[in-house]
Structure formats: structure tokens, C-alpha cells
């Protein structure tokens, strides 16, 4: 199983950047999936997640520091799964390294930051002011 986070760079404050994150070798339809980050000398913080509502529908959830500029979605295309954050509006204190993450269940361990099943490896997001 792998997760593979891509997207990440240097954008200026306001302006806008989309993060992907590829997961193959498991079948994740069913999966929560979603994002957190980590600025230096911070906790992981949770970010997004969209969760399995029934067949082929999710509903996505947000920390309040991001919701209403923050929007995360997922696809599938050649047997992986694909989780999305498009981030509009970015502000000096979005950035951090960036996270993708999937658990077959959403709930309190999102907010919590874990234990979480599968984890990506970070893109970093550098916001100039």
C-alpha cells in the first residue's frame, strides 16, 4: 500500500494551490481519506477528510481554519484511488508540511490525528506574506 502525495510549493499569500495524493495497492472505495499537516514546532493538525457515505458518494468535512476555502474531493482512475485539497485563499499560516491519510473508518481519530492506517509522505506548502 502506498499513499504518494504530490502539489505542494511556494504560492503567495491569497493565491491558490492543489494538492493530490495517489493511494494504490488496496482498495480504498470504502475508506475515509483525507489530509492533515504539521508546521515546524507544531502538532499535526487535521485538515480535511472525505468519507463513505453509500455507493460511490462521499461527504467531506473541514477544521474550521480552513472551511469555506479549503475544498477536498477523490476519484478513482486505473484501480487507485485519489484524494484532492484545493486550497484558495491561502494565508501565511496555512503552511506547513501536508499530509494524506486513509482509515477504513472517519471519525474521532481524524480529529485526533490518529492512529490512522495508511499515512503519505508530506508536500511542503510555503505561503510568502
Known amino acids: 500500500v502506498q499513499l504518494q502525495a504530490s502539489g505542494g510549493g511556494l504560492v503567495q499569500a491569497g493565491g491558490s494551490l492543489k494538492l493530490s495524493c495517489v493511494a494504490s495497492g488496496r482498495t480504498f472505495s470504502n475508506y475515509a481519506m483525507g489530509w492533515f499537516r504539521q508546521a515546524p514546532g507544531k502538532e499535526r493538525e487535521f485538515v480535511a477528510v472525505?468519507?463513505?457515505?453509500?455507493?460511490?458518494?462521499?461527504?467531506?468535512?473541514?477544521s474550521e481554519s480552513v472551511k469555506g476555502r479549503f475544498t477536498a474531493w477523490r476519484d478513482s482512475a486505473y484501480g487507485n484511488t485519489n484524494v484532492y485539497l484545493q486550497m484558495n485563499s491561502l494565508k501565511p499560516e496555512d503552511a506547513a508540511v501536508y499530509y494524506c491519510?486513509?482509515?477504513?473508518?472517519?471519525?474521532?481519530?481524524?480529529?485526533?490525528?490518529?492512529?490512522?492506517?495508511?499515512w503519505g509522505q508530506g508536500t511542503q506548502v510555503t505561503v510568502s506574506s
Open positions: 472525505t468519507r463513505w457515505t453509500g455507493t460511490n458518494m462521499y461527504a467531506a468535512d473541514y
Open positions: 491519510a486513509a482509515h477504513p473508518l472517519s471519525g474521532v481519530m481524524w480529529s485526533r490525528g490518529g492512529p490512522l492506517d495508511y
